[in-house]
């Protein structure tokens, strides 16, 4: 029997290969949907998929318009605008590729960037030293992976900056497999969390969530999940 409190969830997010996606028949799948689903059915509620651009999902939470969102890194300026569940459920290594004729390289210094031209991805978060050092970095904005990989490509930007996890199954998809390359250095490791909105009306959901999404950890679930994913947890 359902609780009274039982209702939709509405959980948004935007394509983020193996973690939030949409399949062949339409249906939204990867790690984040998984476990939304499995915890919304232990929680008593059942819960509806939609995906956006990644600037609109977040924008969407901020404002209560949807329930739950699926994968954002947490960092001081979202925590404005969006309450993160305790506990995170993907990690990702964030880095720079180029062409692989291009002979680049880069040590973690990001003083030594300044005559390089770079590509970011609209709305993504790329760690405290990437932010401190974004003013005087020559940066363009993609809204894709496909589109940030192919102004490497066609030279109008020095470096990509993106996450391996996004990245590498594009580089397949387009065929660009050895002509880009990532560079060693890792610019940064972020955790992907679910958000909800800051309102207190959403407390209660939120503290539900993280209580069901622990003893999915504790239990070796998340894991399991993360393995057949091929999405690496913390």
């Known amino acids: 029997m359902q609780p009274a409190s039982a209702r ?5 997010g935007a394509h983020f ?9 339409g249906e939204i799948i990867g790690l984040g949907p998984e476990i939304v689903r499995i915890l919304a059915q232990r929680m008593g509620h059942t819960v509806r998929f ?8 977040q924008a969407l939470i901020a404002q209560g318009k949807a329930d739950i969102l699926v994968g954002p890194y947490k960092t001081a300026e979202r925590q404005q605008t969006m309450a993160f569940s305790k506990l995170a459920f993907y990690q990702d290594q964030m880095v720079f590729y180029a062409r692989n ?3 680049a390289s880069w040590n973690g210094d990001f003083g030594a960037l300044g005559d390089q031209r770079i590509v970011v991805l609209n709305g993504w978060a ?4 990437f932010d401190q050092a974004r003013p005087q970095l020559r ?7 496909d589109s940030g990989l192919k102004m490497l490509v066609h030279q109008h930007v020095n470096l990509f900056a993106s996450n391996r996890r996004n990245t590498e199954p594009v580089l397949g998809r387009l065929g660009l497999v050895g002509q880009i390359v990532m560079l060693p250095k890792v610019i940064d490791v972020q955790e992907g969390y679910f958000a909800f909105p800051r309102d207190t009306s959403f407390d209660t959901l939120r503290r539900d969530f993280d209580a069901a999404f622990q003893r999915m950890v504790d239990s070796g679930e998340l894991k399991k999940l993360g393995q057949r994913h091929e999405v690496i947890v913390p």
């Open 126 to 129: 790329y760690g405290a030293a």
């Open 139 to 145: 940066l363009s904005v993609a809204n894709s992976v």
């Open 50 to 57: 939609e995906l956006y651009p990644w600037a609109r999902a």
């Open 101 to 103: 004729d291009a002979n």
């Open 17 to 25: 290969e193996r973690v939030f996606e949409r399949g062949q028949e």
């Open 8 to 12: 939709e969830l509405v959980a948004i």
